[in-house]
């Protein structure tokens, strides 16, 4: 069983920046992927970027060029660092963690780009 949380969410104006940090803890595998995920209202959960325990990486196109995703693997803990955010970025937040056949999630952390 793996738990993630979430943090570092809030309120930031648009050109701003933010970073989320997914901590993880419990059972895990030499080799796992973690992502992020973002769900706005009124909308499906949509995939943002993912992460290997090796360093690969890929993004969405939509965030391509704006956030960086990095892993502390001696500290079992993701980030997303979020640069020149606009208003459509505006979502709940999601760290996955996928090993083997299963996936865990957290709990989510809220992002809100407005004046």
């Known amino acids: 069983q793996v738990h993630l949380v979430e943090s570092g969410g809030g309120l930031v104006q648009p050109g701003g920046s933010l970073r989320l940090s997914c901590a993880a803890s419990?059972?895990?595998?030499?080799?796992?992927?973690m992502a992020w995920y973002r769900q706005a209202p009124g909308r499906h959960r949509e995939y943002v970027a993912y992460i290997t325990r090796a360093g690969l990486t890929n993004y969405a196109d939509s965030v391509k060029g704006r956030f960086t995703i990095s892993i502390d693997n001696a500290k079992n803990t993701m980030y997303l660092q979020m640069d020149s955010l606009k208003p459509e970025d505006t979502a709940v937040y999601y760290c996955?963690?996928?090993?083997?056949?299963?996936?865990?999630w957290g709990q989510g952390t809220q992002v809100t780009v407005s004046q």
């Open positions: 419990g059972s895990m595998f030499n080799t796992y992927l």
């Open positions: 996955k963690l996928s090993q083997g056949s299963s996936d865990s």
